[in-house]
């Protein structure tokens, strides 16, 4: 069963614009990780957050954690083309074991 | 320093057919997964190991077999292919759990006709 929740399924956008994404978890969780893929690619890690933070900021990427919430949102500023693909978010739920992924966020970025 | 590797990158296989999916890693990572991606069901996780000579079930373990005889190997078999593994099989690796990040490897795609 999956943990997290992205939300929406699929995005598209101009570029230049900003695009949001939402993960949904359903359990205490120690970490959060946002992943890319590419079509027809492997996934690539983009940031961390740990349970105890609440933002964190990596270039044109801001993401936000809401424990009370159990949620988090993923923002890329400014899009490009090249940010097309698909965004996943994975949890940690205790010490030493798998990240378990959501279902992904496809995003379309257009010229 | 070529990351995770995938042999092979893409297979068709006859239902009840056998096959053994390699995954390497030249980062000296501890960890290593076996996931299988399909539409609109994400990443799912089917087996893992935590070092050279261990392994352990994840979330859809039926079907397949693991095995991590060499800390930088980790192969995935299927000893009777069914349609139903059908599917992109990712491998990744990393250096532990928690707040390490996944490294993927480029996929293998599996048809069973």
């Known amino acids: 069963s999956q943990q997290g929740e992205e939300d929406p399924q699929a995005l598209s956008i101009q570029e230049g614009e900003n695009a949001t994404m939402n993960c949904s978890y359903k359990t205490s969780i120690n970490n959060l990780q946002w992943y890319r893929q590419n079509s027809g690619r492997g996934l690539v890690h983009l940031i961390l957050?740990?349970?105890?933070?609440r933002e964190k900021h990596s270039g044109r990427l801001r993401v936000t954690l809401d424990t009370s919430k159990k949620s988090s949102s993923l923002l890329i500023t400014a899009s490009r083309a090249a940010d097309t693909a698909s965004y996943f978010c994975a949890t940690e739920l205790s010490g030493n074991t798998p990240l378990v992924f959501g279902k992904g966020t496809r995003l379309s970025v257009i010229a | 320093n070529a990351g995770v590797t995938q042999t092979p990158k893409f297979r068709v296989l006859k239902t009840g057919q056998s096959m053994t999916l390699l995954c390497a890693q030249d980062m000296n990572h501890e960890y290593m997964y076996w996931y299988r991606q399909d539409p609109g069901m994400g990443l799912r996780l089917i087996h893992y190991s935590v070092g050279e000579g261990t392994t352990a079930k994840g979330e859809v373990p039926d079907g397949y077999n693991v095995s991590r005889l060499k800390k930088q190997n980790f192969l995935l078999g299927l000893e009777s292919a069914a349609p139903s593994q059908t599917s992109v099989y990712f491998c990744?690796?990393?250096?532990?759990?928690?707040?390490?990040?996944?490294?993927f490897g480029p996929g293998t795609r599996l048809t069973v006709t």
């Open positions: 957050i740990r349970s105890n933070e």
């Open positions: 990744a690796s990393s250096y532990s759990a928690g707040v390490f990040e996944q490294y």
